[in-house]
């Protein structure tokens, strides 16, 4: 789909990575840059079976594949000691029974599940350099998360009255084919969706239950879809209990981040700004006379918010300069 097809992009740009195999069971012996021409001349491999691939061979192994599929072949990949990342949601979750009330199927790597280091460098970099399986964040998680965990990690907002409202590019829903993805649909329309409930509603409120001081994150989510390609913007209402400059606040935790780009207070950022980039932009607006706050995060959902963040991980993981491969400046226009 397209988060495989980017990280194959990024993974030819970097400077350490040997791609050993890449895998399709629809494709199966096809030339991948007949499926993908953007690769043409870049990519002389073809798709192979997953299960007539040889994985055990590389030293780390990605899964872009549907939710549901990477936790079937987790536990003999990493008892031959091969290094895992995730891009799908198997190992997002660590309560086993709301994951499977979301993604309504069997999990069948519980233990695995147990083990994996929830993949947002920016809270667990220290963890995920020891990790042997990775779960990469969603893009609206990871938009999301990082707008608000130095708030709630300086407990300086009410946790329980925290609001989401967040819009992506078509690519976010990936490659099926759906009347509503059509151009003639999306096009010069706007909607909300998944209003009842999204499945990344839970890996946020679990992720952001474990840095709370009160263990307690009650959050609105509100996604929608926007008529463009790439692109999240997600716009933050947070209810401050302490008096603080957010400038402050997020300048200190972010100073040493790489990937993150703190605007001035007021500001604005776009998707735009940060389209084929590994960037998250954040601004923030402290609301006079209120108590209220609110914040803005832009990434590109299929960077930041999935193949850049893989590879992030694994020079994480690797030992590697964390920016190996991902010294992308964003396209314009």
């Not at 979301?102 to 147990?114: D, G, T």
């Not at 709630?152 to 992506?168: M, R």
């Amino acid at each position: 789909g397209y988060t495989g097809v980017e990280l194959l992009r990024l993974l030819i740009g970097h400077p350490n990575v040997i791609i050993h195999e890449i895998t399709s069971r629809n494709d199966a012996g096809k030339l991948v840059s007949e499926i993908y021409p953007s690769l043409r001349g870049c990519l002389p491999h073809y798709f192979v079976d997953p299960d007539k691939a040889d994985l055990k061979k590389a030293d780390l192994v990605f899964f872009a594949t549907p939710n549901g599929i990477a936790m079937n072949y987790v536990t003999d990949l990493l008892e031959n000691g091969v290094k895992v990342i995730d891009l799908a949601a198997d190992f997002r979750i660590q309560d086993v029974a709301i994951w499977e009330k979301w993604y309504e199927m069997k999990h069948s790597a519980v233990k695995e599940l147990k083990s994996a280091v929830y993949g947002l460098p920016e809270l667990n970099r220290e963890a995920i350099k020891q990790a042997q399986l990775v779960a990469n964040p969603g893009c609206y998680p990871t938009a999301i998360q990082l707008a608000l965990i130095p708030l709630i990690k300086s407990n300086l907002i009410n946790t329980e009255t925290i609001i989401a409202d967040a819009k992506s590019g078509i690519s976010g829903a990936g490659k099926k084919t759906e009347t509503q993805f059509l151009m003639s649909e999306a096009s010069e329309n706007f909607k909300a969706y998944s209003l009842k409930g999204h499945r990344h509603l839970p890996e946020i409120e679990e992720n952001l239950k474990s840095i709370s001081s009160n263990n307690k994150i009650k959050l609105t989510f509100v996604p929608h879809l926007l008529p463009m390609v790439r692109g999240i913007h997600a716009t933050l209402y947070v209810d401050c209990i302490k008096d603080f400059d957010p400038s402050v606040i997020f300048n200190d935790f972010y100073k040493n981040e790489l990937f993150v780009d703190v605007m001035e207070s007021g500001s604005c950022p776009e998707t735009k700004s940060v389209r084929g980039s590994n960037v998250c932009r954040l601004s923030f607006y402290k609301i006079p006379e209120t108590n209220r706050l609110v914040i803005l995060s832009v990434i590109d959902n299929l960077v930041k918010g999935a193949a850049g963040q893989a590879l992030q991980n694994m020079n994480i993981m690797m030992g590697w300069p964390e920016s190996a491969g991902l010294d992308l400046i964003p396209l314009h226009p």
